[in-house]
Nanobody, 120 residues
Framework: QVQLVESGGGLVQAGGSLRLSCAASGSIFSRNGVGWYRQAPGKQRELVAAFTSGGMTNYADSVKGRFTISRDNAKNTMYLQMNSLKPEDTGVYYC??????????????WGQGTQVTVSS
């Protein structure tokens, strides 16, 4: 069972930056299907950034050019660098790792969530 531990959320002024980290108890972030989600008040949880097949990245249109997803497989840690933050980026950010293992067992691991608040 993989545990995900997040850090880095906080309060920041518009235009500022934050770096979120998510540390895993196992070697999970080397896979595709890992990424960051967020949930704003009154809205559904949405994908922010993820690693997909072949190590490609996928970003929500609203964060392209401002956010960067990265990972350090040796440290079992995934990051989300958030620059030029806007008030609409406010929400709870979650890291996620989902997929299947060899025998067809599905997994879907989530972090506890970390609050990001961007003031105008």
């Amino acid at each position: 069972q993989v545990q995900l531990v997040e850090s880095g959320g906080g309060l920041v002024q518009a235009g500022g930056s934050l770096r979120l980290s998510c540390a895993a108890s196992g070697s999970i972030f080397s896979r595709n299907g890992v990424g960051w989600y967020r949930q704003a008040p009154g809205k559904q949880r949405e994908l922010v950034a993820a690693f997909t097949s072949g190590g490609m990245t996928n970003y929500a249109d609203s964060v392209k050019g401002r956010f960067t997803i990265s990972r350090d497989n040796a440290k079992n840690t995934m990051y989300l660098q958030m620059n030029s933050l806007k008030p609409e980026d406010t929400g709870v950010y979650y890291c996620n790792a989902a997929g299947v293992v060899g025998e067809g067992v599905h997994y879907d691991f989530w972090g506890q969530g970390t609050q990001v608040t961007v003031s105008s």
